[in-house]
């Protein structure tokens, strides 16, 4: 049963344009969530996060929304580079020990 | 601040052979460390994890064990490889605060 869902397993956008990635998620007691970038042969980096209490948070190029009613968040990046070429992974924490991920999305971003 | 080193970066072993990845983290004392694998062109799946000296979880039955012998090393093992073992493989530690993790650098596992 996959809790944290991100269905597009690819996007391609065009340099300076915007890159919008959905994640859904099942399970109500997530109250913490938290979007990681990684390149190929290489371990994924934090971007950015949000607190269930929250429904926006905003760093730089990046923001995270999230919708509780639709459990779905989504990140925006804007204006997209062609160094954001990656693949993106949504995750979700119940305030345990384990996060659980999404199974990624990766985005091409052609100049 | 949290460091994670793993080693190696690429492994080639042949089907059968044993298998050993070893993970130090530096910046935390008694942290929660994490084993995950991403095979080709899949997300990334939890194999192991553990909150303390001796204490290992499994989360998906396999050929795979774990063990952590020290406070902060963590290390991945096989007796016999499998073909289905390739892929690459992550250590990870929980973040300082408690809300998500850091990872290593990761090794490309190819069993042949």
């Known amino acids: 049963d996959q809790q944290v869902k991100q269905n597009s397993p690819s996007l391609s956008v065009q340099e300076g344009r915007i890159s919008i990635l959905n994640c859904d998620y099942t399970?109500?007691?997530?109250?913490?969530f938290l979007w990681y970038k990684k390149y190929p042969a290489e371990g994924p980096t934090f971007l950015i996060s949000?607190?269930?209490?929250?429904d926006k948070n905003e760093d730089g190029r990046f923001t995270v929304f999230l919708n509780k009613s639709a459990k779905h968040l989504s990140l925006h990046i804007v204006p997209s580079q062609p160094g954001d070429s990656a693949v993106y992974f949504c995750?979700?924490?119940?305030?345990?020990?384990?996060?659980?991920f999404g199974g990624g999305t990766r985005l091409m971003v052609k100049p | 601040s949290q460091t994670i080193h793993q080693w190696p970066a690429t492994l080639v072993q042949p089907v059968g052979s044993p298998l050993s990845l070893e993970c130090t983290v530096e910046?935390?004392?008694?942290?929660?460390l994490y084993w995950y694998r991403q095979a080709a062109g899949r997300g990334l799946q939890l194999l192991f994890y553990?909150?303390?000296?001796?204490?290992i979880s499994s989360e998906v039955p396999q050929n795979l064990s774990a063990s952590r012998p020290q406070d902060r090393q963590f290390i991945l093992s096989s007796k016999k490889l499998l073909l289905s073992d390739s892929g690459f493989y992550l250590c990870?530690?929980?973040?300082?605060?408690?809300?998500?993790?850091?990872f290593g650098s990761g090794t490309r596992l190819t069993v042949v």
């Open positions: 995750a979700a924490n119940n305030a345990g020990n384990m996060l659980t």
């Open positions: 399970n109500s007691m997530f109250d913490y």
């Open positions: 949000i607190s269930s209490i929250k």
């Open positions: 910046g935390t004392s008694n942290p929660n």
């Open positions: 553990s909150v303390g000296i001796g204490q």
């Open positions: 990870a530690q929980m973040r300082q605060g408690g809300n998500g993790y850091t």
